[in-house]
């Protein structure tokens, strides 16, 4: 399954690497093959820290939690393309023709082509991991356009994003389609302002707060621990990327015309639940089907507990002949195969 977090604050946090492993941790139910940072200072240098292994055990053992800095990329794998080794472990700082950083969640389908592709072109790709692939794609697409070599689209920028960003955005967007597959990523160039994330077929979740070493925006594959930093969300659509700093965003289209729109933040109202491994379990698989009554219950109380709708709740308890039929019809969706049986 595998998961992403990035998070970007104004200056030097002298914490981030702790705030970055908090993160990580929150992710480790999707992925504790591998995990990595990459840590982006205010200097623009880059330092990346991965190893085989689950994020409460490597975040320590690499010092992870140690570490400074100004933006943050991190990741946890569950391997699908590549072995479980270190230099298949996200992310993947790149300088072929530009130095960044990147990582993904999810699966870019065409990597054994991608790689051919980038070989081609003089790349030296030295994994066989899809996040490499896709991390190498848009370094391609944006070296032609710092060259001056492919056009990049005009159109409205936003009063926030510098032209560096827009030349960085218009490249992950080319490899977005040059990519094939389901995922999300986050990118940085260290010389430019902010990260880049994207929502191209998985769960991103991105929001905006304050904490004591000042405004951050944060995004993450998984929704609490977003919700760990700061309640006030940043709405993001399946096809949308964004562009962030601590506190300046802008969200685009990752297909069609080139354009930013700044949405309103929105308080969650939802509750954080602790999403680590609990004794007695020892996978979290295991924990996740025990949990399954818990959180159908916590599902029917969070939307049954409003007085106008608390008598439902009542009816669900009393007749549970009603609620195994109304399980039985939604497990019978995944059965159907016509519209007509879905309508």
Partial sequence: MCGIVSIC??????????EGGELLKRLEYRGYDSTGGAFVGADGHIRLLKKVGAPSRVVVDLGMDQERGQRFIGQVRWATYGAVTDVNSQPHHVRCEVEMAGAHNGNISNTDALKTWLA??????????????????????????????APVPEGPRGGAVPDAAVLF????????AKGEG????AFCDPRVPGVVAVKSGSSLYAGLGTDAFGEFVVVSSDLTSV?????MLIPLS????????????????????????????????????????????????????ASSPENLEGILRY??????????????EERLDLGKALLAKVAALHEAADEPALA
Avoid: C
């Avoid at 030295?126 to 944006?142: C, L, P, R």
């Avoid at 955005?169 to 977005?176: G, L, N, T, W």
């Avoid at 601590?246 to 109202?269: I, M």
């Fill in 169 to 176: 955005i218009d490249a992950v967007r080319k490899a977005d």
């Fill in 182 to 185: 389901s995922y999300a990523a």
């Fill in 227 to 231: 919700l760990s930093k700061t309640r």
């Fill in 238 to 289: 399946e096809g949308e990327g964004l562009w962030f700093t601590e506190r300046e965003y802008a969200v685009f289209p990752l297909a069609g015309a080139l354009s930013f729109s700044t949405p309103r933040p929105r308080r969650s109202k939802l509750n954080v639940r602790d999403t680590g491994l609990r004794a007695p379990f020892h996978y979290f698989m295991d924990q996740e089907i």
């Fill in 120 to 149: 081609e072109r003089g790349h030296q790709v030295v994994s066989d991991n899809d996040g490499e692939m896709i991390t190498h794609v848009v370094e391609e697409f944006y070296a032609a356009n710092l060259a001056g070599s």
């Fill in 9 to 18: 604050y104004g200056a030097e946090n002298p914490r981030l690497g702790f």
């Fill in 303 to 316: 939307y049954f507990t409003d007085p106008a709708t608390e008598g439902l709740f009542h009816a669900f």
